[in-house]
């Protein structure tokens, strides 16, 4: 049996059941930590603490769901790295794989704090994964579009990928565990693909694999902001 998570314990613990109930700002007061807002040089949030207070600092300048997120991230620095010397990336923007054990710790403790599996599983069950989903659930728990994707991505139940695609070119991609392990995620897609709103396309635009030649995937595509653009690729079919 796995080890219960620790901010949806936190959740529990506290008599949170409501995503409106998250106040990341008085979940820090309870921890211990009190938080600030100024402008940064660098990086979106940091955290000092001392014995069992500490200050966390967010980036005035950032978005309310970047802040939010941020907080979330530093409570998980907080909870899982007491003691130790860390400097944060952008928290929950950069590509999961990148990013040092201890940010990508801290990234999964916000995740599970803003967007509880035990709130999200029942109201996601039943819709099929899209963006309009993505949409919904970033308004519902106050979160950035792509931190909604790449939680969705953790705790929907359909098979599918994403591909996100960062300002200076880069792309990164997450699969769902439900991804047939055959398919390979192709994150180098087609560029036209930016262009289209909601559309079908080749299964071999996306993925590699044996089969794949006559199938058709749903693909959408999103921009976020800041040039980043993320697609939504569903399963061969
Ligand atoms: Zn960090």
């Known amino acids: 049996m796995l080890p ?107 995740a599970s704090l803003l967007m509880p599996r035990f709130m999200m599983t029942p109201v996601v069950a039943s819709a099929p994964m899209s963006m309009a989903l993505v949409h919904w659930v970033a308004e519902r728990f106050r ?18 990928a994403v591909v996100v695609e960062q300002p200076d070119g880069r ?14 995620v192709w994150p180098n897609g087609p560029a036209e693909c930016r262009t289209e709103d909601s559309r079908t396309c080749p299964a071999i635009d996306w993925y590699r694999g044996s089969g794949l030649s006559r199938r058709r995937v749903a693909y959408e595509v999103q921009p976020l902001g800041g040039g980043c653009t993320v697609h939504l690729i569903g399963r061969p079919i």
Request: some cysteine; proline content about 5%; aromatic content about 6%.
């Open 171 to 184: 792309r990164w991609f997450k699969r769902s565990a439900t991804l047939d392990r055959r398919w390979l």
């Open 143 to 160: 979160a950035s579009l792509l931190a909604a994707m790449l939680r969705l991505v953790d705790v929907h139940a359909g098979a599918f």
């Open 4 to 110: 219960p998570d620790p901010a949806e314990q936190l959740l529990l613990d506290l008599g949170i059941t409501e995503p409106a109930e998250i106040d990341v700002e008085v979940i820090a007061c309870l921890s211990g930590a009190v938080v600030g807002y100024r402008p940064l040089p660098c990086g979106d949030a940091r955290i000092l603490g001392v014995g069992n207070k500490a200050i966390i600092t967010v980036d005035a300048g950032a978005s309310p769901a970047r802040q939010r997120f941020s907080v979330a991230h530093e409570l998980g620095h907080w909870h899982h790295h007491r003691g130790q010397r860390l400097v944060c990336h952008a928290a929950g923007q950069s590509d999961p794989a990148s990013v040092g054990g201890a940010e990508r710790e801290a990234d999964r403790y916000a």
